[in-house]
């Protein structure tokens, strides 16, 4: 048997930037094991390349919802990514980080002091970070990450732009010091190459060679093993083969939102009822774990324009072969662009105030997999994305088969408020849409079209197209010491009541951030990493 002072379940964002810490920094010995495949087709490098995947299984795995009753039924599809990198390698590569407040709010709950705290992560930001256009005091330059501005940027999003500051809302040149109020262009992990940089290229990549780290790909955890109270190793299967292997100093789960709190309950760690009515022996009674899910959904208005000023047909045809010939020979074009360049931070309630909606433009026609009847066609669309939701959802486990993918009930649009602030964000987008130069580019409202003109309209407009921007977490939320539905321990990032057994991932959040959620995911992990070490010395 090796000796392994970590098992780390999960190559995505935060467990190659734990792994990559762990090793280079601590010199632990750490075994990496990772569900989906090391490679992905070189698209998938391309910063435009993510797109020809997000509708498709081969990266991602497509959870369906349980039937969402406020939703009159519907069950929309939320994928999670599967492969080495997660997240950061199928993403759209938005590196954002959130407002401050977002941060000095868990400081707040979890009564930590300076930890957890704005200031505090934001050197974790920074020492990750390698900008190619903005420095101190908020950029890192020397880190692994790349991160840069837009390389390419379509004529819809300049106009989207100048149209948001005539409508009165400033241009914000960084959206990631910690206020994101206005409107401007994105920065995005891609590197001076114009290639994506996942966390699996930052980090692990430099330890894959280091002969303290182990890294297995299509290995897929099942559970965690438990003994007197301590977590001291793994089952999992390779190759249709059961194995088990174990480390001296703990396991850290790092599988994402939906899959961490599933391996938990499969584990025996969770709510003590729920796992009984699955015939799972309780190990340790948890009722805050798969609870208290938060994601940022959004609700699309979708203009026809009267021109080619975005990116609709550019991935076809002859379009796509002259587009994908500039990329290979000039590292220049549509295809350095993920396709969302720009987005407007706004606040309906308040001209001043920090914002409550992100409205992305995304220069084409974009809706979820599951709606039909919506033209493809040059055009806009303006998605409102609630930056705090208030609704709250679950993961559940299906049965006691590790096989099964865990039940998800992600309640979108549950909370009465969420909808309200939804409708605010969409007669925004309309009037930017007002606003020149954009509103000489746009030929008619498609979706959800003049028709839909009153509160009412626009609400069930809301609840059918309502999608997920990507962004679930909270699911073993940190909590203070005394908090009976806190799962994790935010000063040692351990699993309440349990020993070595620690969880990193997006799922610890107690509150989802303001921003995108790969850039926390790494920090966190990165502080994390820190704690966990500290915490056995
Ligand atoms: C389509 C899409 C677009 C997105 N766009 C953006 C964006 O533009 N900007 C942004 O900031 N965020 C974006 N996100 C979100 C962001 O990428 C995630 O929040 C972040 O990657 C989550 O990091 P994580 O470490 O919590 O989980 P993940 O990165 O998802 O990592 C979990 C890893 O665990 C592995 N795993 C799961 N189960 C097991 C198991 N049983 N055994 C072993 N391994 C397992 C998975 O294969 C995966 O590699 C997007 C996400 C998706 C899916």
Known sequence: MKDYDYIIVGGGSSGCVAAWRLVEEFGARVLLLEAGARRMSPLMHMPAGYMKYLGRDTYLDMHHMVPQPQLDGRSTIVPQAR????????????????????????????????DWSWADMLEHFKVLENNDHLGAPAHGNAGPLNVSAPFHRCAMTDAFVAAVQNAGEVFTPDFNGGRQRGVGYMQSTIGPDRRRCSASDAFLSRVLDDPRLELRTQTTVDRVLVEAGRAKGVEFRRNGRVERLYAGSGVILASGTYITPKLLMLSGIGDADHLRSLE????????????????????????????????????????????????????????????VEACAFVNPDDAKADATL???????????????????????????????????????????????????????????????????????????????PLTGLLEEEIVPGGTAADDEALRVHAKRMVKTNYHPVGTCRMGPDGDPSAVVDPKSMSVRGLEGLHVIDCSVMPTIVSGNTNAPAMAIAHKAAGLIHAAQR
Request: proline fraction near 5%; aromatic fraction near 8%; hydrophobic fraction near 35%.
């Open 280 to 339: 799972i022996a309780p190990v340790c009674d948890l009722p805050g774990v798969g609870r208290n899910l938060q994601d940022h959904c959004e609700v699309p208005v979708i203009f026809k324009s009267n021109g080619r000023y975005g990116y609709f047909g550019e991935d076809r045809g002859w379009r796509m072969l002259r587009n994908g010939l500039q990329y290979l020979l000039f590292r220049s074009g549509p295809v350095t662009s993920i396709g």
């Open 83 to 114: 492969g080495l990198g997660g997240g950061s390698s199928v993403n759209a590569m938005v590196y954002m980080r959130g407002q401050a407040a977002d941060y000095d709010n868990w400081a707040d709950m979890l009564g930590t002091g300076h």
């Open 358 to 436: 992100k409205i992305y433009c995304v220069p084409t026609v974009y809706v979820d997999r599951d709606i039909s009847g919506v033209e493809a066609c040059d055009g806009l669309t303006m998605t409102c994305c609630l930056l705090r939701p208030r609704s709250r959802g679950k993961v559940t486990l299906r049965s006691n088969r590790p096989d099964d993918m865990p039940l998800i009930d992600g309640g979108f649009l549950r909370d009465p408020h969420d909808v309200e602030t939804i409708i605010k964000g969409l007669k925004t987008a309309r009037s930017f849409a007002r606003q020149q």
